[in-house]
Nanobody, 124 residues
Framework: QVQLVESGGGLVQAGGSLRLSCAAS????????LGWFRQPPGTEREFVAA???????KYADSVKGRFTISRDNAENTVYLQMNSLKPEDTALYYC??????????????????WGQGTQVTVSS
């Protein structure tokens, strides 16, 4: 089992930055692919970024060049650095993990474990 707890959300003005953290418990963190997803109000959950156990990364086109995903296996934590934030980035942000040695995926359905979410609000 893996438990995930997100933190770092908040209210920020457009153009600002936030760093989200996701602390994981469980033995398989270093061999798991991890992802960040978001769910704007009234819409479905969507892919933001993912990192595999070799630190290879994937990004949604809408955040490329602005967001950076990284992981610290010693701290069992995955981060999402968000720069140049836009009002359309406003959403509930979720951290997710796959079972060990599966690739980093963009699909919600392929993640096995989820955090409770942290709210990011970007004002114009």
């Amino acid at each position: 089992q893996v438990q995930l707890v997100e933190s770092g959300g908040g209210l920020v003005q457009a153009g600002g930055s936030l760093r989200l953290s996701c602390a994981a418990s469980g033995r398989a963190f270093s061999s798991s692919s991890l992802g960040w997803f978001r769910q704007p109000p009234g819409t479905e959950r969507e892919f933001v970024a993912a990192v595999n156990w070799r630190s290879g990364t994937k990004y949604a086109d809408s955040v490329k060049g602005r967001f950076t995903i990284s992981r610290d296996n010693a701290e069992n934590t995955v981060y999402l650095q968000m720069n140049s934030l836009k009002p359309e980035d406003t959403a509930l942000y979720y951290c997710a993990a796959r079972a060990a040695y599966y690739s980093a995926s963009t699909a919600v359905s392929e993640y096995d474990y989820w955090g409770q979410g942290t709210q990011v609000t970007v004002s114009s």
